[in-house]
């Protein structure tokens, strides 16, 4: 059973910067991709970011590309988000899922252990 534990949310103005962390226990990290998701009150849930097991391979929603950067320290079993250039719009609940087989994917389905989430409120 892994065990997802997100941190770092908050609420900042917008243009300002949080980095959110995930760390991972009961698993073996090293083998699962990893993805980075959201979701914005009365809106379903969708992809922000994900990266292989060996972190060579991110993806970003085309929303969050050139402002968030994704990482991963396998040391350390845990997952980056740093999240720069924050708008209003980025207000949601962020959290992470793990992906016990295959590669990193843009699709929700496709990962098998989620976190409790960290909220992240953007203001004007």
């Known amino acids: 059973q892994v065990q997802l534990v997100e941190s770092g949310g908050g609420s900042v103005q917008a243009g300002g910067s949080l980095r959110l962390s995930c760390a991972a226990s009961?698993?073996?990290?090293?083998?699962?991709?990893m993805g980075w998701f959201r979701q914005a009150p009365g809106k379903e849930r969708e992809v922000v970011s994900t990266?292989?097991?060996?972190?060579?391979?991110?993806d970003y929603a085309a929303s969050v590309k050139g402002r968030f950067t994704i990482s991963r320290d396998n040391a350390k079993s845990t997952v980056y988000l740093q999240m720069n250039s924050l708008k209003p719009e980025d207000t949601a609940v962020y959290y992470c899922?793990?992906?016990?087989?295959?590669?990193?994917?843009?699709?929700?389905?496709?990962?098998?252990?989620w976190g409790q989430g960290t909220q992240v409120t953007v203001s004007s």
């Open positions: 899922a793990a992906r016990l087989w295959g590669g990193a994917t843009m699709g929700l389905n496709d990962y098998d252990y």
């Open positions: 990266i292989s097991f060996g972190g060579h391979t991110r």
């Open positions: 009961g698993g073996t990290f090293s083998r699962n991709a």
